[in-house]
């Protein structure tokens, strides 16, 4: 059983950045924090591509990476691989904040949120219709289209806002209808880096349609802050831990009760509520563990409670607070140097002050090539990204008239010093404000 969370204070508008001493040692948990393998020291700002991964992740799941032994025999190795499996497993539901409901691991989060969309589509009432949002990566915004074409249903878009970069439950309300079957939402957008409030559009969608199936896709918002699927009112909640700093090739996807045991792929033998095929991989969650011992460390520093729970909690918001400062640095300049809201001709997604913004922000400049700023952050060793009109972010940046954007992306991890670096390449790189 977890814990709900508890009343958290308010952030400052401005966030507040992590002690310097903790910061310090925050950094020293992760590898390559500031030096690339292959090109050098380097500035990482691509988190949202997938998050810097913590040594003990890498150690410890490399020790039982080499236990050949698989679970279910009598022998003290397999006893151990089941103890570690069950470990991850709890861990994972405390990080979820998930008090009932199964959780099961797959390739990727993509691949368990297509095969939760596919489960809910083939075992639903036959019918009705299907609702995503345009703001939704294609894990969802995809396999929402293909089935509900697959099983004949209608298939409605849901606009976002294009001047915040968010969609919300007004939106989705103009949207559902009684006979809506399924919906998804998305947590947190990597491309606009807006979060959305969960709770508040799942009860929007409940009272048009009550029976509604409600996935959400958490991949983005997991590494910057705190999740409560006890709140959320939602039947399925997906995240990847390679962007919250594990390994890759793992997802992990939390079903309520009921969307548990509807009709899907398992063995015959398995209970109702099965969903993983094959053997678990104790290394990935032993890595997963590792990780929620970081947080569970880090929110030490922030919080006397003894609840695991309520540590990963205060984690999370010192977490969001400092990454809000990173962002406010980064917009609003700092040590004499402009920031991004200083250059003419600069298009920023979404309000530069939303509080709602979750580690990302993502611009483009009149004149200038998005891949060029890129190539320039790079030549200076530091690591951006740029999102395009493709298969990925079409959809989003579409509507938003724009046919890429360049992105910087940070985490906790990050430093004001590492803005301002950030900053005075800038500088020499757009337009002079």
């Known amino acids: 059983m977890t814990l709900k969370p508890t009343p958290l204070n308010p952030l400052p508008a401005e966030g507040t950045f992590l002690p310097g001493e903790l910061l310090t040692q925050v950094r020293e948990r992760f590898l390559h924090v500031d030096v690339c393998p292959f090109s050098g020291k380097r500035i990482f700002f691509e988190n949202a591509g997938g998050s810097l991964t913590l040594e003990s992740v890498v150690t410890r799941g490399a020790e039982v990476a080499g236990i050949p032994d698989n679970e279910h025999r009598n022998n003290p190795a397999s006893r151990a691989m089941s103890a570690i499996v069950a470990e991850g497993r709890d861990d994972l539901a405390t990080f979820f904040g998930a008090s009932s409901g199964v959780i099961f691991g797959g390739e990727t989060g993509t691949e368990c949120l297509f095969r939760v969309i596919r489960a809910a589509a083939l075992s639903a009432e036959a019918g009705g219709s299907v609702v995503a949002s345009a703001v939704e990566h294609p894990a969802t915004f995809d396999a929402t289209e293909q089935w509900a074409r697959r099983t004949g249903r209608d298939w409605i878009e849901v606009p ?26 998305l947590h947190t957008s990597p491309v606009t880096g807006m979060s959305m409030d969960i ?23 997991a590494p910057h802050g705190f999740l409560a699927v006890d709140d959320y009112g939602v039947d399925a909640y997906v995240i990847s831990p390679y962007k919250a700093y594990c390994r890759f090739n793992n997802g992990y996807a939390w079903l309520s009760d009921r969307l548990s045991v509807v009709d899907h792929d398992r063995l015959s033998g398995k209970s109702a509520d099965a969903w993983e095929l094959g053997s678990r991989d104790p290394s990935a969650l032993v890595g997963v563990s590792m990780m929620i011992d970081y947080l569970d460390w880090l929110g030490a520093h922030f919080t006397d409670e003894a609840p695991r729970r309520a540590r990963l909690l205060a984690a999370g918001q010192a977490m969001q607070a400092h990454e809000r400062a990173l962002v406010n640095r980064l ?13 003419p001709g600069l298009h920023l997604i979404g309000p530069a002050d939303a509080p709602q913004r979750e580690g990302v922000v993502s611009f483009a400049v009149e004149g200038v090539d998005a891949k060029h700023i890129v190539a320039e952050l790079g030549d200076r060793g530091i690591r951006v990204h740029a999102r395009t009109d493709d298969v990925f972010s079409g959809n989003i940046l579409r509507p938003l008239g724009l046919k890429a954007v360049t992105r910087i992306s940070m985490a906790h991890y990050n430093s004001a010093e590492e803005i301002d670096t950030c900053l005075a390449a800038l500088a020499e790189i757009l337009p002079r404000p």
Not at 164 to 179: E, L, N, Q, S
């Open 160 to 185: 976002f806002d294009v001047d915040t970069g968010r969609v919300t439950a007004a939106h989705y309300v103009d949207c559902v209808r009684p006979d809506t079957r399924i919906a998804t939402i």
């Open 199 to 221: 709770a508040e559009i799942a009860q929007a969608i409940r009272a048009v349609a009550p029976d509604c199936v409600i996935i959400v896709d958490g991949i983005q918002h």
């Open 331 to 343: 917009l609003h300049g700092g040590t004499g140097l402009p920031g991004l809201c200083d250059y």
